[in-house]
């Protein structure tokens, strides 16, 4: 091979070791843009919506500050404002307490109902029952604030909040705030028992509610009440407790969007 044959033969080499780096270079750039099509974005996805609902999460808590205000305070109403990112509000479950108080041989029973505030998203969800604000994350759920209630061996006091609904369930589109109004529309004492004597009262008590794991752990933390069974599938959980006096007073509060 002569010099002229040799130096266009290198040329033409150049030439295609130039040509297949190019296109490993694209084909790297195509496969990198479609890992994180496939990894990146769904992550984000994740993040954000766990930055939602931890906002939504901190909106119920003060939404329940300001339940608990209507009775404190004396107020008709208050309004709570919430964001949002798409997502369902109002779902459609009910939440029951029965109470079996027994003094003195003698057992009365109240049954307590409301419809619970809540909002999901995906897999996601927040709720208020009865004082309670419930965030669950797939199957797992976790109880952000307490209800107010007092288990105590001298006298028990359970305030319960009972929540209704007035509107129906609706679907959230795109992001945004919504105002919930909350109004007091009344409160009874349900029982005062043992008051006016030194006998034991025993309160054997039932929830029914969806987020029955995260009223079994709350329970189970509290001194003086004792889990005595729980059904999951059927969303129960049920206590005893003994004491000297109980006392259970019930809140009506209605709750509605008003934009």
């Known amino acids: 091979m002569n010099s002229n044959n040799l130096n266009m033969f290198l040329r033409d080499t150049k030439g295609v ?3 297949l780096g190019y296109i490993f270079l694209l084909s790297t750039l195509v496969l990198s843009i479609g890992l994180l099509t496939l990894t990146g ?3 984000i996805e994740e993040q954000q919506t766990n930055h939602y609902m931890t906002n939504t999460a901190t909106s119920f808590e003060l939404l329940s500050d300001n339940i608990d205000r209507l009775d404190r305070e004396q107020s008709p109403s208050r309004e ?3 964001r949002y990112s798409s997502g369902v509000l109002f779902l459609n479950h009910d939440f029951v307490i029965e109470a079996n108080i027994t003094h003195q041989g003698n057992t009365e029973q109240h049954v307590l109902t409301g419809t619970p505030i809540s909002y999901a998203k995906d897999d996601n969800s ?4 009865t004082g309670a604000v419930i965030e669950t994350r797939g199957n797992e759920s976790v109880m952000r604030s307490e209800p107010p209630f007092d288990f105590n061996g001298d006298a028990t006091r359970l305030s319960i909040i009972s929540t209704t609904i007035q509107e129906d369930q609706e679907t959230l589109s795109g992001t945004g705030d919504l105002v ?3 109004s007091k529309t009344g409160s009874t004492i349900q029982t005062m028992t043992g008051q006016d004597s030194t006998d034991p009262v ?3 008590m039932t929830i029914t509610s969806p987020n029955s794991q995260a009223w079994e752990a709350f329970f189970e933390s509290e001194d003086g009440a004792t889990v005595t069974s729980t059904n999951h599938s059927e969303n129960t959980v049920t206590i005893t407790h003994t004491t000297n006096e109980v006392a259970i007073r019930e809140t009506l509060v209605t709750v509605q969007t008003t934009n």
């Open 17 to 19: 070791s130039d040509t």
């Open 41 to 43: 974005v769904p992550v």
């Open 80 to 82: 709570t404002t919430l």
């Open 126 to 129: 927040v709720h208020y029952e």
């Open 180 to 182: 919930l109004r909350t």
């Open 202 to 204: 025993t309160m054997n």
